[in-house]
């Protein structure tokens, strides 16, 4: 999460979109790095959630309970389906790429972040050898025809992969 936080500082971006929460720990970082951006958190948040001994959990409660708790005010949490939304709802200069992992999703959700004609996106598990990682293979060399301004992998469990798009205009 330091790295999360540590990636979010240096954007400062004004409007951050994830695409994944479950029970908001990411978006603790990002909204702490950047408390005066607006935030929206996009999952499933399946209310029959488990914990590894299988007592049941509630990610969307947890989610606002932690945002309360810490003080952020500028947030909204939206229950969708990332394989259902056609577009993302609104701009924004940040974008997380956090939900599942598998080829299939990760790669549709690269294609969704554009929709928000986003300055930056932020992809998790960015080393996934058997999901996410070839989907972002895929999604630079078919997708982005020389849109890429540059891209920075960020070590960490798993990796993580910021991409900063050319000529995006200020959200």
Not at 11 to 17: A, G, L
Not at 28 to 57: C, M
Not at 78 to 87: G, T
Not at 154 to 163: D, N, P, Q, R, T
């Given at each position: 999460?330091?790295?999360?936080?540590?990636?979010?500082?240096?954007?400062?971006?004004?409007?951050?979109?994830?695409?994944?929460?479950?029970?908001?720990?990411?978006?603790?970082?990002?909204?702490?790095?950047?408390?005066?951006?607006?935030?929206?958190?996009?999952?499933?948040?399946?209310?029959?959630?488990?914990?590894?001994?299988?007592?049941?959990?509630?990610?969307?409660?947890?989610?606002?309970?932690?945002?309360?708790?810490?003080?952020?005010?500028?947030?909204?949490?939206?229950?969708?389906?990332?394989?259902?939304?056609?577009?993302?709802?609104?701009?924004?200069?940040?974008?997380?790429?956090?939900?599942?992992?598998?080829?299939?999703?990760?790669?549709?959700?690269?294609?969704?972040?554009?929709?928000?004609?986003?300055?930056?996106i932020f992809v998790d598990d960015s080393d996934d050898v058997n999901g996410a990682k070839p989907a972002i293979e895929r999604f630079l060399s078919?997708?982005?025809?020389?849109?890429?301004?540059?891209?920075?992998?960020?070590?960490?469990?798993?990796?993580?992969?910021?991409?900063?798009?050319?000529?995006t205009d200020a959200v």
């Open positions: 999460y330091k790295c999360f936080y540590a990636v979010c500082k240096t954007i400062s971006p004004k409007k951050i979109i994830e695409m994944g929460v479950c029970g908001g720990s990411s978006a603790d970082a990002y909204l702490s790095a950047a408390p005066e951006a607006e935030y929206l958190g996009i999952d499933v948040f399946n209310s029959n959630t488990r914990h590894d001994d299988q007592s049941a959990w509630d990610p969307y409660d947890v989610a606002r309970r932690l945002f309360e708790s810490r003080g952020f005010q500028n947030y909204q949490l939206l229950k969708a389906d990332l394989r259902s939304l056609s577009s993302l709802p609104y701009r924004a200069d940040f974008v997380i790429v956090d939900a599942a992992h598998d080829f299939d999703s990760a790669y549709g959700d690269l294609k969704l972040a554009m929709t928000a004609s986003p300055t930056f078919q997708e982005l025809n020389g849109r890429v301004a540059y891209t920075v992998h960020i070590a960490y469990m798993g990796g993580g992969l910021v991409i900063k798009l050319k000529n």
